[in-house]
């Protein structure tokens, strides 16, 4: 490169971050790719729960897998803000990520208070304790890709906090595409070994955004 070329190119002007039409665009297609995936790989792995036609007519069911999406749905605002420069998440922002773990915990409360006490330990244990967080978190690493190649192409600046916005997202993904096979219905132990598993991603986003975010 010559001097002059050089000189130019230095002088240039930084190119601003990507519009708010970019963002939705690439979001879409890596939340689409990300739950289509994460779905698929539960699919061929676990399979889909044989009673699944019977039950979705159970409250519960739609109780259950309406706590990941909402984590999910506030891991995403807070993920698209983490993403663009100079905007900030604000308490708000960081209130809708805890409002369904506290509403959750709070369900998981009252069952457990009404329940006998010699049954309590299994509500919160239920039969696959010992598998579910874990197989949230892997079934989150396909949506942790797609989500971080959004958010990489937004130009975001806080890459560990941006990291684990997206891990928990992804987490968030995952988890409600497990819901079509997991067998426990029980608040008590959804609200807890569901949330690990997708704190399991968001951890993992955190230690990988400062490698993966870089841009």
Do not use: N
Not at 25 to 52: H, Q, Y
Not at 80 to 102: C, E, K, N
Not at 158 to 183: Q, V
């Amino acid at each position: 490169m010559k001097t002059d070329d050089f000189i130019d190119f230095l002088a240039r002007e930084p190119s601003p971050p990507p519009g708010r039409q970019i963002a939705r665009r690439r979001f879409s297609l890596g939340i689409l790719a990300g739950m289509g995936t994460s779905s698929l790989l539960m699919a061929a792995l676990l399979g889909l729960r044989p009673d699944l036609a019977q039950v979705i007519h159970d409250p519960m069911f739609w109780v259950r897998m309406a706590f990941p999406i909402a984590i999910g749905v506030a891991a995403l605002v807070v993920t698209v803000r983490l993403s663009r420069p100079g905007v900030r998440v604000g308490a708000g922002g960081w209130a809708s990520v805890a409002l369904p773990v506290i509403v959750a915990w709070a369900l998981a409360a009252i069952v457990l208070a009404g329940a006998p006490e010699g049954q309590r330990g299994a509500l919160m244990l239920g039969h696959t304790w010992k598998v579910c967080s874990t197989l949230i978190a892997l079934l989150s690493l396909p949506s942790i890709v797609a989500v971080f190649w959004a958010v990489r192409g937004m130009a975001p600046v806080r890459l560990r906090l941006a990291g684990a916005a997206a891990g928990l997202l992804a987490g968030a993904m995952a988890a409600t595409s497990y819901c079509l096979h997991c067998p426990e219905m029980a608040p008590p132990f959804w609200a807890l070994w569901y949330l690990l598993g997708m704190v399991v991603a968001g951890a993992l986003g955190a230690l990988a955004g400062p490698r993966w975010l870089r841009w």
